[in-house]
């Protein structure tokens, strides 16, 4: 039974693609989501001190906390019983740690549609999520979202001429 499902959110719209997704099936279960984001601690290699750092850090976390807020408004307003949490740490980490912690039944999440080199320099959180999640996984992969985006906008343009 599906009761708790955890959806991650980066800010970015590509992330936000699995919201429809999760909202369908919070509504078909009666299942609660847990919106989720990760701030990643900041490498620096500069002259700045620490009171800079902790600035830029505090900047992330307020702004962070503001769209996870704004995501759980509108959901809220749809009729979704929604909350959210703000992590700190390794993104995939953080997020199968906090799914185990929460006992979450499923989580739900887009790719980046990474591949070639920027995959191997920066991996892939979905896999590394796929491989240890205490549960399972839903993604939604953005690169089939684009492509479906582009062929709807073809036959809206056909439509409307």
Same mark, same amino acid.
């Given at each position: 039974? !599906?009761?708790?499902?955890?959806?991650?959110?980066? #800010?970015?719209?590509? +992330?936000?693609?699995?919201?429809? &997704? %999760? !909202?369908?099936? +919070?509504?078909?279960? $009666?299942?609660? @989501?847990?919106?989720?984001?990760?701030?990643?601690? !900041?490498?620096?290699?500069?002259?700045?001190?620490?009171?800079?750092?902790?600035?830029?850090?505090?900047?992330?976390?307020?702004?962070?906390?503001? &769209? /996870?807020?704004?995501?759980?408004?509108?959901?809220?307003?749809? #009729?979704?019983?929604?909350? &959210?949490? /703000?992590?700190? #740490?390794?993104? +995939?980490? +953080?997020?199968? $740690?906090? %799914?185990?912690?929460?006992?979450?039944?499923? @989580?739900?999440?887009?790719?980046?549609?990474?591949?070639?080199?920027?995959?191997? @320099? &920066?991996?892939?959180?979905?896999?590394?999520? /796929?491989?240890?999640?205490?549960?399972?996984?839903?993604?939604?992969?953005?690169?089939?979202?684009?492509?479906?985006?582009?062929?709807?906008?073809?036959?809206?343009?056909?439509? %409307?001429?």
């Amino acid at each position: 039974m !599906i009761k708790r499902i955890m959806v991650t959110l980066d #800010g970015s719209e590509f +992330a936000e693609r699995a919201l429809p &997704y %999760a !909202i369908e099936l +919070a509504q078909k279960f $009666d299942a609660e @989501i847990e919106l989720i984001r990760v701030v990643q601690p !900041i490498i620096m290699m500069s002259d700045f001190g620490a009171t800079t750092y902790q600035s830029l850090i505090s900047m992330e976390e307020k702004e962070a906390n503001t &769209y /996870l807020r704004a995501t759980q408004h509108e959901l809220q307003q749809i #009729g979704v019983r929604v909350h &959210y949490k /703000l992590l700190e #740490g390794s993104v +995939a980490d +953080a997020i199968i $740690d906090q %799914a185990i912690r929460d006992e979450v039944d499923l @989580i739900v999440m887009s790719t980046h549609g990474r591949s070639g080199l920027s995959r191997w @320099i &920066y991996g892939s959180v979905a896999t590394k999520i /796929l491989e240890h999640a205490p549960c399972p996984v839903f993604l939604v992969r953005v690169q089939h979202a684009r492509q479906e985006e582009s062929s709807h906008s073809d036959e809206t343009k056909a439509v %409307a001429a």
